[in-house]
């Protein structure tokens, strides 16, 4: 294809970008992995990108309704929403997911189904430390966790296998919202994506 060709076939005629990506968004409750997701969504949008958040709590609502919080079920969980985002990222929208994903076997899987297609896929490690998210405790787990109310949680009595070698590594607690967004963004760029 040549490079006025690929030009094309890269813009809608509305003008929207259509460089399909999957960003997985992975870390523990309230590390700030759904706050970036919407910073970054808005700023994409606003360039023109054709952009969807996968936002693990409506995800739980209705494709993934019935699954609780077992190895089993995140695994099936995870799986559900990384066959969603590929198909968005393969037909041309940047899939922004906002998703634990505690398991490694469980992010490979689905970073091995981007590469099996050629669909872009980004992960990022929203790496704020359990200190930090307790604190922040934007849903009260941690709370209910501590006062004997919940089990199983991420981080706390649940495992998170941390990512080896994320694309990026964010630090939350030393960072505003939109320097976070902005550092995916960078990447994105990087990368020829954005
Ligand atoms: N036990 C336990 N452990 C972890 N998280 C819990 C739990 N119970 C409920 N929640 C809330 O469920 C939200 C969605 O979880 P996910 O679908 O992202 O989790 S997973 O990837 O399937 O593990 C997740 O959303 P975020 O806080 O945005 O991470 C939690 O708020
Ligand atoms: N740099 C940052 N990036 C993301 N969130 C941040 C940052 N600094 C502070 N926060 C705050 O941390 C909280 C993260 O909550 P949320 O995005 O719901 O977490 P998660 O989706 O990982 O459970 C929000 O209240 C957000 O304003």
Known sequence: MTASAF??????????????????????????KTTIAYELAGRLREEGHLVEVL????????????LGFSREDRHTNVQRIGFVAELLARNGVKALVPVIAPYT?????????????????????????????????VKGLYAKQAAGELTGLTGVDD????????????????????????????????RGLA
């Open 7 to 32: 030009q094309a076939n890269t813009e809608t005629q509305e003008n929207h970008v259509t460089t399909g990506a999957t960003v997985w968004l992975t870390g523990l409750p309230s590390a700030g």
């Open 55 to 66: 936002d693990g709590d409506e995800i739980r609502e209705f494709i993934s309704a019935g």
């Open 105 to 137: 076997d469980s992010r490979d899987a689905v970073r091995g189904r981007h590469q099996k297609s050629g669909a872009a896929y980004i992960e990022v490690h929203v790496a704020t430390p359990v200190e930090v998210c307790s604190v922040r405790d």
């Open 159 to 190: 495992p998170y296998e941390d990512p080896e070698s994320p694309d990026l590594r964010i630090e939350s607690q030393h960072q505003t919202v939109q320097e976070s967004a902005a550092a995916v963004h960078a990447l994105l760029t990087e």
